[in-house]
Nanobody
Framework: EVQLQASGGGLVQAGGSLRLSCAAS????????IGWFRQAPGKEREGVSC????????YYADSVKGRFTISSDNAKNTVYLQMDNLKPEDTAVYYC?????????????????WGQGTQVTVSS
């Protein structure tokens, strides 16, 4: 079964940067959608960013457009989320998630595989 190992969270001041990594193991799919959700205390889970092999598209939540960038290293089966100009409202637990339906629209509705969360805390 696919395992997703997330890392890279931490504490950073507003305006700073972090890069999250998600390493996928036991990975056997030719097509998929993968990306990051986040959940802050008392708030609903939010899809932050995704890319899909089905249509080659990427998705960013409006709240992170222009600040976050999703990328991948296929040789390492790893997906990254570069987060720049972080704001206190970005504070949340970030989860890597993969959907075997290779479209971000499907991924947003709930994914098949989830990694453990990594905490991102942005101080003001």
């Amino acid at each position: 079964e696919v395992q997703l190992q997330a890392s890279g969270g931490g504490l950073v001041q507003a305006g700073g940067s972090l890069r999250l990594s998600c390493a996928a193991s036991e990975f056997r799919f030719d097509d998929y959608a993968i990306g990051w959700f986040r959940q802050a205390p008392g708030k609903e889970r939010e899809g932050v960013s995704c890319f899909s092999t089905g249509d080659g598209r990427t998705y960013y939540a409006d709240s992170v457009k222009g600040r976050f960038t999703i990328s991948s290293d296929n040789a390492k089966n790893t997906v990254y989320l570069q987060m720049d100009n972080l704001k206190p409202e970005d504070t949340a637990v970030y989860y890597c998630a993969l959907d075997t339906a290779p479209f971000c629209s499907a991924w947003l509705g709930g994914s098949d595989y989830w990694g453990q969360g990594t905490q991102v805390t942005v101080s003001s």
